[in-house]
T-cell receptor, first 112, second 110 residues
Framework: DAGVTQSPTHLIKTRGQQVTLRCSPKSGHDTVSWYQQALGQGPQFIFQYYEEEERQRGNFPDRFSGHQFPNYSSELNVNALLLGDSALYLC???????????FGQGTRLTVV | GEDVEQSLFLSVREGDSSVINCTYTDSSSTYLYWYKQEPGAGLQLLTYIFSNMDMKQDQRLTVLLNKKDKHLSLRIADTQTGDSAIYFCVTSGGSYIPTFGRGTSLIVHP
């Protein structure tokens, strides 16, 4: 089992551009959550997807959007990138109703 | 909103016990968690405790919860160099949205 895989591992974008990050959940998991972790901070919850719909959302602007596919994989899209969007973006998968979430190693996004 | 506070650093000698403390503001948290983050590795769930429990023990790990003071602690017995990592206290409030603290960096000296 490959666990949670995220791509790409690193990305550099220019302010104002758009970016798409990808996540494949652990085998058997149906729920995907996305987090933003700024340097020296704890992860902040962005949103959660289940059955291809956004179920929960944290305090993030509409520039952050997502999608879940029928195979449970997910994408995080960020539009109109700001320098402050530079962070490690983490994906976590779980089985609905289970407490434990498994995290991927993240995508390091740098906005210049 | 929910706030979770942790001290940023803890340094211990190998073989000693480590105690990492956390305070939180949302008294409606149903579950409280401890996650571990090592360089190059993803976040890993260490343990969790239900809000109606005072204590949970799992091998070298002991979690204590004081709901009145909104205080959570993680004790690691016989700390090893492999325990060096960042430990996050995580609460899930009434909305079930998880809130992470800033993390405590545990440094274990041989």
């Amino acid at each position: 089992d490959a666990g949670v895989t995220q791509s790409p591992t690193h990305l550099i974008k220019t302010r104002g551009q758009q970016v798409t990050l990808r996540c494949s959940p652990k085998s058997g998991h149906d729920t995907v959550s996305w987090y933003q972790q700024a340097l020296g901070q704890g992860p902040q919850f962005i949103f959660q997807y289940y059955e291809e719909e956004e179920r929960q959302r944290g305090n993030f602007p509409d520039r952050f959007s997502g999608h879940q596919f029928p195979n449970y994989s997910s994408e995080l899209n960020v539009n109109a990138l700001l320098l402050g969007d530079s962070a490690l973006y983490l994906c976590a998968s779980s089985l609905r109703g289970q407490l434990e979430a498994f995290f991927g190693q993240g995508t390091r996004l740098t906005v210049v | 909103g929910e706030d979770v506070e942790q001290s940023l650093f803890l340094s211990v000698r190998e073989g000693d016990s480590s105690v990492i403390n956390c305070t939180y503001t949302d008294s409606s948290s149903t579950y409280l968690y401890w996650y571990k983050q090592e360089p190059g590795a993803g976040l890993q769930l260490l343990t969790y405790i239900f809000s109606n429990m005072d204590m949970k023990q799992d091998q070298r790990l002991t979690v204590l919860l004081n709901k009145k003071d909104k205080h959570l602690s993680l004790r690691i017995a016989d700390t090893q160099t492999g325990d060096s990592a960042i430990y996050f206290c995580v609460t899930s409030g009434g909305s079930y949205i998880p809130t992470f603290g800033r993390g405590t960096s545990l440094i274990v000296h041989p």
